[in-house]
């Protein structure tokens, strides 16, 4: 009992020491985590095939979905450069290559194996949005998109992984205020944290990435 008496200031100084970190929620569990755990567990790839292989990245949105047509743009280039980091041997084609294909070809967005056969590549990761938003209200933000990604074998012609997101939002717990940004910075912020989600099925990452995505939105 001594011992434990002794002990409650030095477990209430720290508890006072980490309190701004609990106070900041997600980003404060994130660097709670890694300071007990290091980089933490690792979260292996859904679909770890496109190793050694050249890889397009095609990206359609739903036309209703959004009126910005150059999201999905900016999604595809996003997904792809994540591939090329930090994918493993991941050769991503060019997203010019990509679209003056498609331009060239007046690519019909039915069939994502002809564009992998345009572009010379071995696989084809195919982004099809079919909703997005980013304003909760006149006056909160919060991301959300529909969104299936699919891996097509392009020498097959056929589909070797799908995986759909019915309702990815972020930030997770609440929506932001829009006086604390203004939409448009949002909005890039909302693409590459969909890009990094949508990549993440292809490449090992840490679980602490996991924790800390919302803190971005608060420390914006």
């Given amino acids: 009992m001594r011992c434990a008496h002794r002990s409650a200031p030095v477990v209430l100084l720290l508890l006072l020491a980490l309190l701004p ?56 280039d996003q997904v792809g450069r994540l591939l090329s980091q930090r994918g493993d041997k991941i050769d991503v084609v060019r997203p010019d290559e990509v679209s003056d294909w498609m331009d060239t070809n007046d690519w019909d967005e039915s069939n994502f194996v002809d564009v992998g056969r345009g572009v010379k590549a071995d696989m084809v990761v195919g982004i099809e949005v079919a909703a997005f938003s980013i304003h909760e209200s006149k006056t909160l933000l919060k991301g959300r998109a529909n969104v299936t990604t699919t891996v097509y074998d392009v020498a097959k012609g056929t589909e070797v992984f799908r995986t759909t997101d019915h309702d990815h939002s972020f930030p997770t717990s609440h929506a932001i205020p829009v006086v604390s940004t203004d939409w448009r910075s949002f909005e890039r912020m909302y693409i590459g944290v969909l890009a990094e989600h949508i990549a993440k099925n292809f490449y090992e990452y840490s679980l602490v990435e996991d924790f800390a995505r919302d803190g971005a939105a608060y420390a914006h």
């Fill in 21 to 76: 970190l609990l106070l900041t929620c997600t980003t404060g569990c994130a660097v709670l985590y890694q300071l007990a755990y290091g980089d933490g567990p690792t979260v292996p790839p859904k679909f770890s095939a496109l190793k050694g292989k050249r890889v397009a990245v095609v990206c359609i949105m739903n036309s209703s979905a959004y009126g910005d047509g150059e999201v999905s743009m900016v999604l595809s």
